[in-house]
T-cell receptor
Framework: EPEVTQTPSHQVTQMGQEVILRCVPI?????FYWYRQILGQKVEFLVS????????KSEIFDDQFSVERPDGSNFTLKIRSTKLEDSAMYFC???????????FGQGTRLTVV | GQQLNQSPQSMFIQEGEDVSMNCTSS?????WLWYKQDPGEGPVLLIA?????ELTSNGRLTAQFGITRKDSFLNISASIPSDVGIYFC??????????FGTGTRLQVFP
């Protein structure tokens, strides 16, 4: 089971500010996912990223969002100009050996005020 | 869009009781997964199901992949206080992304 660490654990930001959420896998992975969960709701897919390219994205993942692998190990999710409705838990996830499972990080709680 | 409906929404049971929850969809899925989420944590994978009709156990947990590929259930036997949490089903269809269910909140009373 792959392990992943997310930072920060909690971020409070003002509306309109940019935020960068980070995900660090314990071992090298080419493939990862970002999901989000608005408080009290279900987990929703945002984007999958393979070998430095977006392979799939949801309609939530609009132009305000971007993903990168800036230094070959970290994976980042950037929200350019945050809105109140971006407040949620954001999870990074890695596939398992079968590529049909996803193992989730602890999440970053983003609060936009 | 693809929807996964879980029932019941919440359950309040006594320690030692068995629990059953299910997940249904109008679409066919190729893989069904069951996750547990504790407050403030990420979902933790409990069981993965890959074939229609498959029945898989993990300790006190048993899950089945429905024969129609449109549903799955999860049973927990002899519940204990640490079973408290939210249980999510998730399905995979054509791609690797997971579609999550609406969740079942489980409370266990001693």
């Amino acid at each position: 089971e792959p392990e992943v660490t997310q930072t920060p654990s909690h971020q409070v930001t003002q509306m309109g500010q940019e935020v960068i959420l980070r995900c660090v896998p314990i071992s090298n992975h080419l493939y990862f996912y970002w999901y989000r969960q608005i408080l009290g709701q279900k987990v929703e897919f945002l984007v999958s990223f393979y070998n430095n390219e977006i392979s799939e994205k949801s309609e939530i993942f609009d132009d305000q969002f971007s993903v990168e692998r800036p230094d070959g190990s970290n994976f980042t999710l950037k929200i350019r100009s945050t809105k109140l409705e971006d407040s949620a838990m954001y999870f990074c996830a890695l596939p398992g050996a079968e590529n049909t499972e996803a193992f989730f990080g602890q999440g970053t709680r983003l609060t936009v005020v | 869009g693809q929807q996964l409906n879980q029932s019941p929404q919440s359950m309040f049971i006594q320690e030692g009781e068995d629990v059953s929850m299910n997940c249904t969809s109008s679409s066919i899925f190729n893989t069904w997964l069951w996750y547990k989420q504790d407050p403030g944590e990420g979902p933790v994978l409990l069981i993965a199901l890959y074939k229609a009709g498959e029945l898989t156990s993990n300790g006190r947990l048993t899950a089945q992949f429905g024969i129609t590929r449109k549903d799955s259930f999860l049973n927990i036997s002899a519940s204990i206080p640490s079973d408290v949490g939210i249980y999510f089903c998730a399905g995979q269809r054509d791609t690797d992304k997971l579609i999550f269910g609406t969740g079942t909140r489980l409370q266990v009373f001693p």
